[in-house]
């Protein structure tokens, strides 16, 4: 494994601070949606001989450990004990490989694991993360996987220039970016900072993951990504409803730009057990799927 240079610490929010610990959140329904959606896209591009780049813009600490309570209860909590459904069971077999635990998980893996997990030792990890504190944990717990490289810097600065180096040298790029969303700019900023990254790239699929308290924002950055010419999909899940106001989350979304055949379909089966499992008042729960329309597109 070597080190990737530092980057500038936010060139997309310029000077602002490492602000956001994901320790706090690892396991909560919102990191579940997300690996589902992350599952679904990297299993189906996984091929013994295939050249795989995955990217990952917030590779966080690479596995959290979990108290005896948290956010995770309301997510992975949820659908340890109980036997998933089939469409979730590509997921939760996957955690289940990747941690310990009887009546509940012991850690929580995070996204570069799931990535090895279902790419294999072949392919090639580009993982960036910003909090130097978080940084060295992963860069502990990767140690000497193969081909890995980390930097400890701002990914979403980072990710144009390694959607094209990863072009260049692989069959396939899986790109995730899943910023802490801790600032208001962030909602303008990142869209942007991922259209531009995109342009001019032919085969890297991008997961752009977001919470959702309101629809206001995520609708407004929805509208930024088709203005900038950015096609693909978008995917919620909300598991409280949103009349309830409350510090936990009350859904996630997912934008997933060239995902591969099947996945949306299987993203939607998936939707259906988890919106039940997980939801938090009364069983009641939602979900949307649709695609983003850029300019000139017919329909």
């Not at 490989?97 to 294999?120: I, K, N």
């Not at 980390?150 to 899943?178: P, T």
């Not at 409350?246 to 099947?262: F, I, K, Y």
Request: proline fraction near 8%; charge should be positive.
């Amino acid at each position: 494994m070597t080190a990737l240079p530092r980057m500038p610490r936010s060139r997309y929010r310029p000077g602002a601070p490492p602000d956001y610990t994901h320790r706090l959140h690892a396991g909560n329904v919102g990191d579940v949606w997300k690996h589902v959606a992350l599952v679904e896209v990297l299993r189906r591009v996984a091929a013994p001989a295939a050249r795989v780049v995955y990217v990952d813009a917030h590779a966080g600490e690479g596995e959290y450990e979990l108290g005896a309570t948290g956010e995770w209860t309301e997510g992975i909590g949820r659908l340890w004990t109980a036997d998933a459904a089939a469409p979730l069971r590509p997921y939760t077999d996957l955690v289940r490989r990747l941690t310990t635990g009887t009546t509940r998980p012991a850690t929580y893996p995070g996204s570069p694991a799931f990535a090895r997990a279902l790419l294999g030792p072949g392919a090639a990890l580009r993982l960036w993360e910003r909090d130097p504190d978080a940084f060295a944990r992963l860069r502990a717990h990767a140690g000497d996987a193969p081909r890995t490289r980390i930097g400890c810097g701002d990914g979403v600065a980072a990710l144009a220039a390694e959607l094209r180096a990863a072009e260049a040298e692989a069959d396939d790029v899986v790109a995730l970016v899943d910023p802490p969303w801790s600032d208001k700019a962030d909602w303008t900023a990142v869209p942007d900072a991922v259209a531009a990254a995109l342009r001019g790239t032919t085969k890297s699929r991008l997961l752009l993951w977001y919470p959702v308290k309101s629809l206001t924002r995520p609708n407004a950055m929805h509208a930024r990504l088709e203005a900038a010419g950015v096609a693909g999909a978008v995917a919620e899940l909300v598991t409280t409803p949103l009349e309830h106001r409350r510090r936990r989350l009350n859904g996630s979304g997912v934008v997933l730009v060239r995902p591969p055949a099947g996945a949306l379909e299987a993203l939607a089966a998936a939707a259906v057990p988890l919106g039940a499992r997980c939801a938090t008042q009364g069983g009641a729960w939602s979900f949307r799927m649709r695609a983003l329309r850029t300019p000139g597109a017919a329909g």
